[in-house]
């Protein structure tokens, strides 16, 4: 039987990435590889739901095939959506030293 390389990665914490190399069946699935990578039990809070795992980036079902060389990745929840932080950070500047509204004209409407 021929084997295909994979390599499967987890962030657990920022900056922080435990990437195991696997030697998988051809027609071995991602969840095979997430299972087979020993990530499950090494962290046990960690969840495998629909949306939270990738090849190369790309958003994948448990159930795809793997091919020669894929990353398989899985994705921590976000703690903050990245819309609400930025409006966040924009609040904490203060409209009139950031971005569109820092350096208005004189008699122009808002936002010009």
Not at 71 to 90: G, N, Q, S, Y
Not at 105 to 110: D, H, I, P, T, V
Request: charged share 25%; proline share 4%; net charge positive.
């Amino acid at each position: 039987m021929v084997n295909i390389a994979v390599t499967v990665a987890y962030s657990h914490a920022p900056r922080q990435v435990c990437v195991v190399q696997l030697a998988m069946p051809t027609g071995s699935t991602v969840g095979q590889a997430v299972e087979g990578s020993g990530l499950l039990a090494r962290f046990p809070d960690l969840q495998i739901e629909h949306g939270s795992v990738g090849i190369w980036g790309r958003k994948t079902a448990l159930d795809h095939p793997l091919r020669d060389q894929d990353r398989v990745e899985i994705w921590r929840a976000l703690k903050v959506d990245p819309k609400v932080a930025r409006r966040e950070r924009f609040k904490k500047q203060g409209a009139s030293s950031a971005g569109l509204f820092a350096q208005r004209r004189s008699g122009a409407k808002s936002g010009y």
